[in-house]
């Protein structure tokens, strides 16, 4: 198994440029999760989901959207960047024996 | 709403000795705490998780406890070792629904 896979591993945007960063488990997990985590701040959920087809918002959504169209990918997008959004993006998915994270990508906006 | 602390920020220890990070949170009413270790630029590797109903795990060198009428977990590294230098971060689950709540992490380093 692979895991939790995340693409791309590192972006640089300029602001208001927009792009999706792709996650995916081949666990056979229901649910998926995207956190960003800044320095000092841990790391915030901005949204997830509970199966394929539904996705819920976190305590960061502002900015972002996600979709979740197949079981195994958890998509998530920026659709106009701001340098608010600099950060270190975590994937996420979970069943009974915890949860299991992706490497990260890491975005800088400029 | 959950809040989750980890004491102290920031450890450094001579190698070989035994040590206790510590996790506090505010709501008890928890399904479940996960410990996670976090090597600089990489993602997140789960140590241990315990259910609310547990009191402790352990893994190897590591041992996580859990007093859930107290608000506090502790993870206990014996023996520690260079290899051991990481951003240990505690999470909680609450019962309502999915969300897990991080604390800001303790940044370990043991020195050889």
């Known amino acids: 198994n692979a895991g939790v896979t995340q693409t791309p591993k590192f972006r640089v945007l300029k602001t208001g440029q927009s792009m999706t960063l792709l996650c995916a488990q081949d666990?056979?997990?229901?649910?998926m999760y995207w956190y960003r985590q800044d320095p000092g701040m841990g790391l915030r959920l901005i949204h997830y989901?509970?199966?394929?087809?539904?996705?819920a918002k976190g305590e960061v959504p502002d900015g972002y959207n996600v979709s979740r169209l197949k079981k195994q990918n958890f998509l998530l997008g920026l659709e106009s960047a701001a340098p608010s959004q600099t950060s270190v993006y975590f994937c996420?998915?979970?069943?009974?024996?915890?949860?299991?994270f992706g490497p990260g990508t890491r975005l800088t906006v400029t | 709403k959950q809040e989750v602390t980890q004491i102290p920020a920031a450890l450094s220890v001579p190698e070989g000795e035994n040590l206790v990070l510590n996790c506090s949170f505010t709501d008890s009413a928890i399904y479940n705490l996960q410990w996670f270790r976090q090597d600089p630029g990489k993602g997140l590797t789960s140590l241990l998780l315990?259910?609310?109903?547990?009191r402790e795990q352990t893994s190897g060198r590591l041992n996580a406890s859990l007093d859930k009428s107290s608000g506090r977990s502790t993870l206990y590294i014996a023996a520690s070792q260079p290899g051991d230098s990481a951003t240990y971060l505690c999470a909680v689950k609450d019962n309502a629904g999915n969300m897990l709540t991080f604390g800001g992490g303790t940044r370990l380093m043991v020195k050889p």
């Open positions: 989901s509970v199966g394929e087809g539904t996705t």
């Open positions: 666990m056979n997990h229901e649910y």
């Open positions: 996420a998915s979970s069943d009974y024996s915890g949860k299991y």
């Open positions: 315990i259910q609310s109903s547990q």
